[in-house]
């Protein structure tokens, strides 16, 4: 499982994170009066502690986080059909690290959810992705009646793979 994603935040009136190419160049723009400054670290979204180091980086330096965009895609690559036991012959839990990245989220500001066309349009060959995506758009709408009464927003795009229109 490869994600590896790097992220950038902006000290302005809106700062937010967000997926950028590694090895970009920090810019600098003028936000409602203010400076902006994004600045782009790698993590690996599978692991907590990137995700929390990340976060903690970012409050510390900008101050806050309005806007956080989770933008992660890791797929996944699993027999689903096949019993793995440990060394007394107990059957293991499945290894679903998936669903573990795609349900990550912050607990203040606005979020939105990178989810999938396979959220409402599933391919056979990705059952616990398009499960696991199907599940961050229901958790949008779950949230979003009860966010907006503390001026919190959450939303969620499912974009699909155009390469072949």
Known sequence: MDSSQ???YQRCSSPCLRTEPAGC???TLATRGRTSVDKFLRYDAARWTDLRNAFEQ???EA???DLATSNAGVSEQYDYFSNKSDEWGKLLEPAFGVTDVNFRAVNSG?????????AHA???DLPVYGASKL???ELMRSLRSTFIMDDFTVNA????DTSKI
């Open 122 to 124: 599933p391919e056979h």
């Open 25 to 27: 160049q920090c810019d």
């Open 157 to 160: 795009v499912t974009p699909a």
């Open 6 to 8: 790097t992220y950038s």
């Open 110 to 118: 606005g979020i939105v959810i990178t989810s999938s066309a396979t």
């Open 135 to 137: 599940a961050t758009v």
């Open 58 to 60: 970012a409050v510390a």
């Open 63 to 65: 101050g806050r986080i």
